[in-house]
């Protein structure tokens, strides 16, 4: 069975194993209290320059929304997301069960828009009854987002300048930040979101490591008592030197300049448009836009039963009684091989749907 269903199916990169295993035995203090931890925050703290930004280790990324959000939010406040935002959709209301609710806007192909945040915040506060409704203080937005778009920066810029207008914090998923930033259309770098938003994170479980997030905090906001909170919902690891191994390895930067981080992703994303351009050439019919390792196609329920003999997708929703949009996602440790036998299949497939005229 060959599986396209998401970025997190296989285990670890080898250089993220052979580190693991080469430190081993080493004795280290626990909870990122430790060297490798101090030194995986150094190289993140150098991409984004800025030698006072506030780096964390967390487990995973559901830990660290949920964490963060509780963290910036106070009991009477929520948080705006897209309508597809992971944190309303995929979380099992881990936002909600802190106390805060996730407030939701229709977004356009997975993104916020800055003039709908504005429109609604705006009718908030013109309300004369606010104190008895929840208060928006946080926009979420996820790069890449849940469709697999990205934003750009100028959409990024003026998000942030709704919420400078209006004393809200921007906070940035990066659960697939890497495969987001090597896009082929990103205009976006690491250093721009950092500046950009009040917090966001590097995401490890997608993108190579075994398991982990790393939180960053602008330095102009407050993170005192931070751990506290990451120790009080869940994220907080004891052998928190596993994450900060992990994140030396995927970051430690090359004679280029490179780093594994980037590179794992660059892959992905090359693999999964040649995925996209092939299935569009031979007919198949896309379903939104993604220029990033996620791509979404509206196929015939049979074809679907005959792949999945071979194959495995994340099927979305039926778009009629005939056919289903599904996900064909690409991960850092998908193979040439593998893309090479599905698209043959799909040649197959496509000569006898569309009488060989693909």
Same mark, same amino acid.
């Given at each position: 069975m060959m599986m396209f269903n998401c970025d997190y199916l296989e285990g670890a990169h080898e250089k993220?194993?052979?580190?693991?295993?080469?430190?081993?035995?080493?004795?280290?203090?626990?909870?990122?209290?430790?060297?490798?931890? !101090?030194?995986a925050a150094r190289m993140i703290r150098d991409m984004v320059g800025d030698e006072a930004a506030y780096v964390q280790f967390l487990v995973g990324g559901t830990q660290a929304n949920m964490t963060i959000l509780s963290y910036l939010l106070r009991p009477h406040e929520g948080v705006i997301s897209a309508d597809t935002g992971h944190i309303a959709v995929h979380e099992s209301g881990a936002i909600e069960a802190q106390g805060h609710k996730v407030i939701t806007l229709s977004g356009k192909n997975g993104k916020l828009c800055a003039d709908d945040i504005k429109a609604f915040v705006k009718a908030y506060w013109a309300d004369d009854t606010t104190e008895h409704m929840v208060k928006p203080r946080a926009v979420y937005v996820s790069y890449s987002t849940e469709t697999g778009s990205i934003y750009s920066k100028e959409e990024l810029k003026a998000i942030r300048k709704v919420c400078d207008k209006y004393d809200m914090y921007l906070f940035l998923d990066g659960a697939r930040l890497?495969?987001?930033?090597?896009?082929?259309?990103?205009?976006?770098?690491?250093?721009?979101?950092? !500046?950009?938003?009040? *917090?966001?994170?590097?995401?490890?479980?997608?993108?190579?490591?075994?398991?982990?997030?790393? *939180? *960053?905090?602008?330095?102009?906001?407050?993170?005192?008592?931070?751990?506290?909170y990451i120790k009080q919902k869940g994220g907080m690891l004891a052998k928190g030197r596993l994450l900060g191994i992990q994140f030396e390895a995927l970051l430690e930067p090359d004679e280029d300049g490179s780093c594994l981080y980037f590179e794992l992703a660059k892959r992905a994303d090359m693999l999964a448009l040649r995925i996209k351009d092939r299935l569009c050439e031979l007919g198949f019919q896309p379903c939104g836009d993604s220029p990033t390792n996620q791509q979404f196609f509206i196929l015939p329920n049979k074809l679907i039963k005959k792949l999945s003999k071979k194959y495995s997708f994340s099927i979305n929703a039926p778009v009629d009684k005939d056919r289903t949009s599904v996900r064909i996602c690409t991960s850092w440790a998908t193979t040439d091989e593998a893309v090479d036998t599905l698209l043959k299949d799909m040649e197959k497939a496509a000569k006898k749907l569309f009488n060989g005229k693909a």
């Open positions: 993220i194993l052979k580190k693991l295993l080469d430190t081993n035995l080493e004795q280290t203090p626990g909870y990122g209290e430790d060297p490798h931890c !101090e030194a890497g495969y987001g930033l090597m896009s082929p259309e990103a205009d976006l770098t690491i250093k721009d979101i950092y !500046e950009l938003t009040d *917090v966001f994170y590097i995401g490890g479980t997608k993108q190579g490591a075994l398991f982990g997030e790393a *939180v *960053v905090f602008n330095s102009s906001i407050s993170h005192k008592d931070f751990r506290y």
